[in-house]
């Protein structure tokens, strides 16, 4: 690894509050998390303590109204935390990302009863949550899945397994997309359930390239029992929130995606400089001084496009198309720069002595979640020229 002092990115932020919030990141990345990323992420350690120092500090409800613990910072604001929080390890950052996933649901259609009384414990009181829609046979096609919610009396009993959930078995509450009606998208409802309720159990965690330290498993809801009180919107209503909620996380996979592009960046430039050959640094040739310039312009322009739909949403207006964009465009962004991280190191970039073959394999994986990089396309091409024929 380099021993360069850290590359901070020279940030533009609205208010001298969300600066002092971003020192305070950095000074919690350089003590708490990057001292011991690779060797916990190559030992598949979760660190749950990470996480409870984040919502101690009030860095895990920063989008959400203070009213019920949240930080009131805008998406513009809290993206760029995500970003700080991914550069140092993808497992703190994508997680920071699923948890504000799996509180959206609640925070946004949930009543004003059921937000004072579960929103205070999601945003700043230790819990940890997780997203939980897709399913072993229903993934880009998320209007199929199957598990199905059964109403009895008061209650709601759901059967069936989800798959891919982050934080799988150990979230302490689930955002649970469920069948509740007919087929087809019209037929889901959202629940929250709570981490130790009954007849939940979770797989064995799938063993990734990457994100080790990350936990990812099935879980399995064998005639789970839940009240009504704990269903999320009306009857119906839950692959709508699904949706809404995906957009607004998108946006946050498209941050941490930058976060580990610029962590390879500052790599590369370390040992770029460092490195002599031919009795002159290889910094000072030009095929590789233009693999740096283009990694660094992929860089700028994702942020850009990352914080214009943050931007827009902050607003009030329409992002969805440019959510897509940006994790469609940082993702590939994340991709290329750590393949390109890898070359400059040359054999080095191989050997886990450095960490951008760790960077690599992680970076993979955003193209992939929450929406693959073809369903952002199409995503894209249907708000350019409309639904397609069929």
């Known amino acids: 690894m380099s021993d360069r002092a850290p590359q901070w990115v020279e940030r533009r932020l609205p208010t001298e509050e969300s600066s002092q919030l971003i020192e305070l990141v950095r000074d919690i990345v350089q ?22 120092l984040l919502s101690e500090s009030g860095l895990l409800g920063l989008p959400y109204d203070s009213e019920h613990g949240g930080g009131d910072q805008p998406y513009e604001v809290y993206l760029q ?58 993934g880009s096609d998320a209007a199929s899945l199957r598990t199905k919610a059964a109403r009895d009396g008061d209650d709601w009993v759901i059967t069936g ?46 063993k990734k390239m990457g994100m080790k330290g990350s936990p990812t498993a099935q879980l ?29 996380g998108r946006l946050g996979i498209a941050a941490c995606a930058i976060g580990v592009a610029q962590a390879a960046l500052n790599e590369a430039l370390g040992y770029a400089t460092g490195r002599e050959q031919f009795g002159r640094p290889i910094a000072d040739f030009q095929g590789l001084r233009f693999m740096l310039a283009d990694m660094a312009t992929r860089i700028e322009a994702g942020r850009a496009l990352y914080l214009e739909a943050a931007r827009l949403r902050d607003a009030g207006r329409p992002f969805s198309r440019q959510a897509a964009m940006a994790k469609l465009f940082c993702t590939d962004t994340a991709m290329q720069v750590t ?40 995503v894209i091409a249907r708000h350019l020229a409309g639904p397609e024929s069929r």
């Open 31 to 52: 003590r708490e998390i990057a001292p011991r990323a690779a060797e916990e992420e190559e030992a598949g350690r979760f660190p749950r303590e990470v996480f409870t």
């Open 81 to 138: 935390v995500l970003e700080e929080l991914a550069a140092a390890r993808l497992t703190v950052g994508l997680g920071v990302s699923v948890h504000s996933l799996a509180c959206h649901a609640l925070a946004g259609y949930g009543t004003k009863d059921q937000r004072t009384e579960h929103l205070p414990a999601m945003l700043s009181g230790g819990l940890l949550g997780a997203y939980c829609l897709s399913e072993p046979a229903s």
């Open 161 to 206: 397994t989800k798959a891919w959930i982050t934080h799988g078995g150990i979230a302490d509450f689930y955002t649970v997309l469920a069948r509740t009606g007919a087929e087809g998208a019209r037929g889901i409802t959202a629940f929250l359930v709570p981490g130790d309720a009954a007849g939940l159990s979770a797989a064995v965690p799938e």
């Open 220 to 248: 399995h809801f064998d005639g789970v029992r839940v009240p009504d009180t704990r269903r999320i919107g009306d009857e119906g209503q839950g692959f709508a929130i699904a949706l809404s909620a995906l957009d607004s």
């Open 339 to 378: 393949v390109d991280a890898v070359q400059v190191l040359g054999g080095y970039g191989y050997t886990q002595d450095f960490p951008v073959e760790r960077l690599m394999r992680e970076a993979k994986v955003l193209q992939i979640v929450e929406g693959t990089n073809q369903i952002q396309r199409m």
